[in-house]
């Protein structure tokens, strides 16, 4: 099928790659022009575990990426994947929504075949036929042969390529059959459940999803601050908590919070969403709570050893939102980097990654090329990411002026470490 993407980002270039891999012919459309060039001389413009096979495979061939969107009159289906960030008041900003809506629809306005407007973006209830389909209507000057989707995508980053390949879940929306059907057959290639909701069900799935996740580690945050008071291993207790069928070991890992592009802004928005509805999110409000506090409990234990901060030289190791990513976006090293320069610590920092990423965000921060550079000398080291490398270090440490190590993540292997809530 001739697919276009309406934004190269995370989304948008994972789900045009992985579809030019099940046969499709697929033009990415986006309006940085960096991201259109990379993408056509197959240099992914993030990292991602496999991407960059998949566009040495298909870009020139059936991956395309431009900024012009005409090759919207020759798809048969285009995927709205532009991001959908958080505004200040904690509600979804849908201004790239609306524009590449406008941008589609006027494409569409000359045109007599079928075609089908998915949203693959996380937008909040009632967006796709409330936002979506009426500056679509407009701009095309009311073209009838256009159907609406939504197709939430779960991917994560970091391991996007294998999730969106093997999903334990696609889920379409559709306001007819006939616009479900089409985006359906997109997906013929893959083993998996494919469940079709009306439009706003599927909206409010994605969100419900990243909230219960969301939920699930504020709450095993919450357990694990208990059991550091009793001085008994929240791993353990969790463990055994994981075992009942009912809840699923996956996602109880105890440590600074949750971070990343999506759980953070997507909770928030549906906080505001159901504000605006009358309801009162109270469990929602909490899990963000216990997630803004959750960080700010490792510089407390650092304190507790250190006294005042001021002129210590302190190692951050880890500073992407969680491994293999160079995404720090809502990071949770940002607020504990924010209150050590807060304190007056000397900020040392390490990630294989995402080290210029945050050099951005904190000019004054010191990047070091390596765990052992950054450790030099230091007073105190805290471990924000679960990078598997930090697994492997030890005597790396004996060159600090003391071995006083905190992790966030449950991911050294030194007996002298001591855990967040563990
Ligand atoms: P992103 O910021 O990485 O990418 C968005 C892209 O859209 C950018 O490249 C931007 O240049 C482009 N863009 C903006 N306006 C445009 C326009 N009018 N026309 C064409 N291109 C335009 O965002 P992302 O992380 O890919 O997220 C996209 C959406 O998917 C968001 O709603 C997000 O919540 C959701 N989502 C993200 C993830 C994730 O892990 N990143 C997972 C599931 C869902």
């Known amino acids: 099928m001739k697919i276009s993407i309406v934004g190269g980002g995370y989304v948008g270039l994972i789900t045009g790659a ?4 099940m046969g499709h012919e697929v033009k990415i459309i986006d309006v940085d022009e960096k991201k259109v060039n990379a993408i056509n001389s197959a240099k ?6 496999g991407l960059e096979d998949l566009l040495i495979r298909h870009s020139g061939k059936n991956l395309t990426a431009g900024s012009d969107f005409s090759s919207v009159r020759d798809s048969e289906l285009s995927i709205i994947c532009v991001g959908t960030p958080q505004n200040k008041d904690g509600s979804a900003d849908l201004g790239y929504i609306i524009s590449a809506a406008e941008s589609v629809g006027k494409e569409l306005k000359i045109f007599d075949g079928y075609h089908v407007v998915a949203v693959k973006s996380t937008v909040p209830p009632g967006t796709t036929t409330g936002i979506v389909l009426p500056t679509i209507m407009k701009a095309s000057e009311n073209n ?6 939504m197709n939430p995508e779960f991917l994560r980053e ?11 879940r696609i889920v379409i929306g559709s306001v007819d059959k006939r616009a479900g059907d089409l985006v359906e057959s997109v997906y013929s290639g893959f083993n998996t459940k494919i469940l079709r909701t009306g439009i706003v069900s599927a909206e409010m799935i994605k969100y419900a999803s990243n909230s219960f996740l969301a939920t699930k580690i504020s709450f095993s945050n919450e357990i694990g601050n208990i059991c550091k008071t009793l001085g008994i291993d ?4 969790m463990g055994g908590v994981g075992l009942d069928h009912r809840i699923s070991p996956y996602f109880l890992n105890a440590g600074c919070g949750f971070g990343g592009s999506c759980f953070p802004k997507d909770v928030s928005a549906l906080i505001h969403f159901a504000r605006l509805k009358g309801t009162d999110p109270v469990l929602l409000e909490s899990v963000l709570k216990v997630n803004q506090m959750q960080p700010l409990v490792i510089v407390d234990i650092l304190k507790k050893h250190l006294g005042s901060l001021e002129g210590k030289r302190i190692t951050v190791l ?4 969680k491994g293999d990513t160079d995404d720090v976006r809502d990071s949770r090293a940002i ?7 807060a304190d007056k610590a000397e900020v040392h920092v390490y990630d294989p990654m995402a080290n210029k990423n945050m050099k951005e965000l904190f000019p004054v921060i010191i990047c070091h090329e390596s765990a052992e550079d950054a450790l030099k000398d230091s007073d105190g080291c805290l471990v924000m990411t679960e990078w598997p490398e930090f697994s492997r270090l030890n005597k790396e440490f004996d060159t600090m002026k003391n071995r006083l190590i905190i992790e966030g993540r449950r991911i050294l292997n030194v007996p002298d470490a001591e855990g967040i809530c563990w």
């Open 234 to 237: 929240v791993y353990e207790v």
């Open 335 to 341: 607020p504990v980097i924010e209150a050590l320069i």
């Open 18 to 21: 992985c579809l030019a891999e």
């Open 44 to 49: 992914p413009p993030i990292y991602e575990k």
């Open 318 to 321: 880890g500073l992407a939102f």
């Open 144 to 149: 009838s042969c256009i159907g609406f989707a």
């Open 158 to 168: 970091g391991i996007a390529v294998g999730d969106f390949m093997n999903p334990d």
